[in-house]
């Protein structure tokens, strides 16, 4: 008798992962919520104008690096990318200020991390899960079908000491080949009241909540 | 929802007005959407009236991104003397001429270096070991975003210097950068600014440690 399928949003919610997260800049609330969750090509496709907190650099860069196990390659920015929990290296460097050597909150008002329904990854056209960022020589993928062999002790670990990356799994991105719908949106969640009280201008329906360890407040 | 705000996202080349709108604004619309919340919040503590809401909302995001231009690009003046803010341009060694004649730019944008996967304190650390205080003072500016001229000023060095040695620079950082964070050595380079152009042996921007 073969094993029942178990799917990977199955397997996430069974390991202790009930939300992926997506971090935006604040302008894109609008567009989010009338398009859903675009991949960056897909976003080029349609048209539609965004914030994005890529540069140029970085965009070309995440053009032209992932090889998927049967050896084609893909463009990264056709996929949307997700992490199992909110701290995102991202974050840390938009938070971290050099020339005092410490993470301030001054650089994250006007970022939202959208907390995702992992049933979203149901819906997924194609989805991977990289072992490490998609730059690193240590990177490789896991398909949809082998999340029950992610290492999810090593991703609570990183989960429960926040901000600590020194573990690459701690540096892994989800990648959904398409766009992840409006109603898979769980909540906003911003570093202070001011951003909430920004989120809330802008007419989000999304529950907004206030979350500073989130952002690299300590 | 804020209806002053609303309609000022609806009509973004309206609020920051065609000519910055099209020159600036819309490339840089991150900033631009920035300026247009901090003024909508100043409208609403003005007025309740929506009309003069509008008023304010259009004067204080044209005032704030102005005040932004100025800051991170500064101004300079065109063939027919007219004083206009200048358009970044990323600073090409190999493009001297054009780089001064456009201005003293950013070596390194932090939006570049910020979307490293990394920690930041960690590499900050490692560089700190491995680097003199001169040369991770050097990078802890340039990852700021400053210009090499205001870099410079900082330093009380011109803004060539700043140039030079951080091309000089660049290499032994990005190859510690790549070692503590696993990442592809070739895409720290590129986030911190690569030579566009072969290097010439003996020229400014070889690596330092290999240097004989």
Redesign the interface.
């Known amino acids: 008798m073969s094993a029942q399928k178990v799917s990977p949003s199955q397997v996430a919610q069974r390991e202790g992962f009930p939300f992926i997260y997506h971090l935006l800049?604040?302008?894109n609330l609008?567009s989010v919520a009338e398009h859903g969750l675009l991949s960056r090509r897909e976003v080029d496709a349609r048209g539609i104008?965004i914030?994005?907190?890529?540069?140029e650099?970085?965009r070309?860069?995440r053009a032209a690096l992932l090889t998927l196990p049967d050896g084609s390659a893909v463009p990264l920015d056709h996929y949307l990318t997700f992490r199992w929990f909110p701290s995102t290296?991202?974050l840390?460097?938009?938070a971290?200020d050099?020339?005092e050597?410490k993470?301030s909150q001054a650089n994250q008002e006007?970022l939202v991390l959208l907390e995702v329904d992992t049933s979203a990854l149901e819906m997924a056209r194609e989805l991977w899960f990289a072992t490490?960022?998609p730059?690193?020589?240590?990177c490789s993928l896991v398909a949809a079908d082998g999340f029950g062999q992610i290492p999810w002790d090593r991703l609570r670990t990183a989960r429960d000491h926040h901000g600590?990356?020194?573990d690459?799994i701690s540096?892994s991105e989800i990648l959904v080949g398409n766009v992840v719908a409006p109603s898979y949106l769980h909540a906003c969640v911003v570093c202070d009241e001011v951003a909430a009280d920004?989120v809330?201008?802008?007419?989000s329906e999304l529950p907004v909540s206030v979350r500073p360890e989130w952002f690299f407040g300590f | 929802m804020d209806e002053a705000l609303i309609w000022g996202l609806e009509n973004e080349r309206r609020v920051f007005g065609p000519e910055l709108w099209d020159s600036h604004a819309q490339a840089d619309c991150s900033v631009a959407f920035e300026c247009l919340i901090r003024a909508a919040e100043e409208a609403r503590r003005f007025s309740d009236n929506p009309e003069k809401q509008k008023a304010v909302l259009i004067r204080k995001a044209r005032n704030l991104f102005r005040d932004h231009l100025r800051q991170v690009y500064g101004v300079t003046k065109n063939k027919e003397g007219k004083r206009v803010y200048r358009v970044r341009v990323a600073y090409d060694s190999s493009e001297l001429d054009d780089a001064e004649t456009a201005g003293h730019k950013a070596l390194v944008t932090h939006d570049e270096f910020a979307q490293a996967a990394m920690d930041p304190a960690a590499v900050h650390a490692a560089l700190r070991e491995d680097f003199s205080d001169d040369e991770v003072r050097l990078f802890e500016l340039i990852v700021t975003g400053m210009s090499s001229q205001a870099i410079g000023a900082e330093l009380h060095l011109a803004a060539a210097t700043v140039r030079k040695r951080w091309e000089r620079l660049r290499p032994a950082i990005a190859r510690r950068i790549a070692e503590v964070t696993g990442l592809e050595e070739y895409y720290v380079s590129r986030l911190l600014g690569a030579r566009r152009r072969a290097a010439q042996p003996g020229c400014v921007g070889e690596d330092r440690r290999t240097k004989k």
């Not at chain 1, 914030?51 to 540069?55: F, H, I, P, R």
């Not at chain 1, 809330?200 to 007419?203: C, E, F, I, N, S």
């Open positions: 800049h604040m302008a609008r104008g914030s994005s907190l890529q540069s650099e970085v070309t860069a290296p991202v840390a460097n938009k971290y050099w020339r050597g993470y006007f490490a960022p730059f690193s020589r240590e600590d990356f020194s690459v540096r920004r809330r201008a802008l007419g």
